[in-house]
């Protein structure tokens, strides 16, 4: 902060009663006069790695252009060093137009110097942050969390309250506590209806930018906003762990509406995959549930037909897969050592009569969303 600072010796408790079990961290640190009364801005050094660090970051730079939030420096710290990282790409690009300090996430583990940031705010950057790392920030550090804490603690909140069919999400702005994810004290949290047939991404963007809706708020006043937190509950608790490549692959056992949520839960960040012939096939550009029940393939399709089998619609030129209760209409699909192809190419590159060729997808089984989860809103 461009202020004089005064000194003084504050300790702060916060408390996180989860699972049985609470920490209290105790730090000294230094505060300017804009927590004796004074509304000042505050310097904000933001953490991420991702495309949903993006949808926050953008957030605040629009509250930084229209002065929304109190915040005098922004920076970024993300995985410099790594090419891939799609945060560290787009701030690379937002640093030419805008006055934003970069700084690589090895660099602050090897220094810990961060004397001249008064506050950490973290969205989507997958890794448990030292305790010396919080505690050198004199506000600690806020983490954007995309769902309603207790409930959908861990790495993938979004993509299970997609394909449990939640009618109801939220964001929770949370501050860090060490050694554990997503348990420490609530600042403040919003409840968010989930649009129609909305995919993992679309929820992201609505949620990490209702996220720093609720920052912009706290920064108005962050000592108070602090000393209001509170503890999560002990009640609701659910986890949303990481998606590995096994959760990517589909059971034609589910139903219509299993595979629907699924895939709008997975396939942009992860993809899809099933098994034909023994090999993994790569699946997309599903047909939507409605352009599926007008093809009518039940009253096309002679004779009974197990889940993963195909029937290929001429009128239409496209590829369905039969499922628990319907059909599922199949767009692309990529085989190893060959390009995506469209159902139709794969139809007639692979499945007509001479080819003499498997005719079903296999099923890589994993437990089937309840029903109970499927309509809970939190």
């Not at 137009?97 to 940031?117: G, V």
Request: glycine share 8%.
């Amino acid at each position: 902060m461009a202020l004089n600072r005064q000194r003084l010796a504050i300790t702060i408790a916060r408390h996180s009663g989860t699972l049985g079990c609470s920490w209290i961290s105790h730090r000294t640190f230094t505060l300017t006069s804009s927590s004796l009364g004074n509304t000042k801005s505050s310097d904000v050094l933001f953490f991420g790695t991702d495309h949903y660090s993006i949808y926050a970051f953008k957030s605040l730079l629009r509250s930084m252009e229209t002065n929304a939030a109190s915040i005098g420096r922004l920076g970024v710290c993300s995985k410099f060093h790594e090419p891939l990282c799609e945060l560290a790409k787009f701030a690379n690009r937002a640093k030419l137009s805008k006055d934003i300090i970069t700084i690589d996430y090895r660099d602050i583990l090897s220094s810990l110097s961060l004397q001249s940031w008064d506050l950490g705010v973290l969205a989507s950057f997958g890794h448990l942050l030292p305790e010396d790392l919080i505690t050198s920030f004199p506000y600690g550090i806020l983490c954007i969390h995309p769902s309603l804490l207790p409930r959908y603690r861990g790495a993938a909140p979004l993509v299970e309250t997609i394909r449990n069919g939640d009618n109801v999400s939220g964001v929770s702005l949370m501050s860090i506590a060490p050694k554990k994810f997503d348990v420490g004290p609530i600042l403040a949290q919003e409840t968010v209806e989930i649009p129609s047939r909305c995919t993992t991404r679309q929820l992201g963007e609505l949620l990490m930018g209702r996220g720093v809706k609720l920052l912009e708020d706290a920064l108005n006043d962050l000592p108070a906003a602090l000393a209001a937190a509170k503890p999560q509950s002990s009640e609701g608790i659910s986890y949303a762990k990481k998606v590995t490549v096994r959760k990517t692959f589909i059971d034609w056992n589910w139903t219509m509406d299993e595979i629907d949520r699924f895939y709008r839960a997975v396939h942009e960040d992860f993809g899809v995959r099933t098994l034909w012939e023994g090999k993994v096939a790569h699946i997309g550009n599903f047909t939507e549930p409605d352009m599926v029940k007008s093809a009518k393939v039940d009253e096309l399709c002679s004779g009974s037909s197990s889940p993963g089998s195909f029937y290929f619609h001429k009128k239409r030129r496209q590829l369905f897969v039969r499922c628990a209760d319907g059909w599922v209409g199949v767009g692309s699909i990529g085989l190893p050592d060959r390009k995506p192809m469209l159902g139709v190419d794969f139809y007639n590159g692979f499945l007509s009569p001479e080819k003499n060729r498997a005719e079903v997808f296999e099923s890589v089984k994993r437990p089937s969303t309840s029903k109970k989860s499927a309509n809970h809103k939190t």
